[in-house]
């Protein structure tokens, strides 16, 4: 069984930034990220191999969003720069392997003004 803790969102106003963390009891796992906003189904966001080696992120956060994890620490993190009204909704952190997978509880990302 592994634990995720995720935390860092809140309200934020456009063009700010945020870094979302996600804190595991695990490092061997891919991790990623994905969001749900109202009404929408969940997508992914971004993607980390176990080592950090090789990250993947959707085309609608390129340039803005970066994933990265400290294996020292089990954590994963999410900094995300020139936040959009677009990219409100609940981010979740997840990880995956060996044939399993674990969702974080989720944490709220509001970008308004």
């Known amino acids: 069984q592994v634990q995720l803790v995720e935390s860092g969102g809140g309200l934020v106003q456009p063009g700010g930034s945020l870094r979302l963390s996600c804190a595991a009891s695990?490092?061997?796992?891919?991790m990623g990220w994905f969001r749900q906003a109202p009404g929408k189904p969940r997508r992914i966001v971004a993607v980390i191999n176990p080592s950090g080696s090789s990250t993947n992120l959707a085309d609608s956060v390129k340039g803005r969003f970066t994933i990265s994890r400290d294996n020292a620490t089990s954590t994963v993190y999410l900094q995300m720069n020139d936040l959009r009204s677009e990219d409100t909704a609940v981010y979740y952190c997840?990880?995956?392997?060996?044939?399993?997978?674990?969702w974080g509880q989720g944490t709220q990302v509001t970008v308004s003004s």
């Open positions: 695990s490092n061997k796992y891919f």
């Open positions: 997840k990880a995956w392997g060996e044939g399993t997978d674990y």
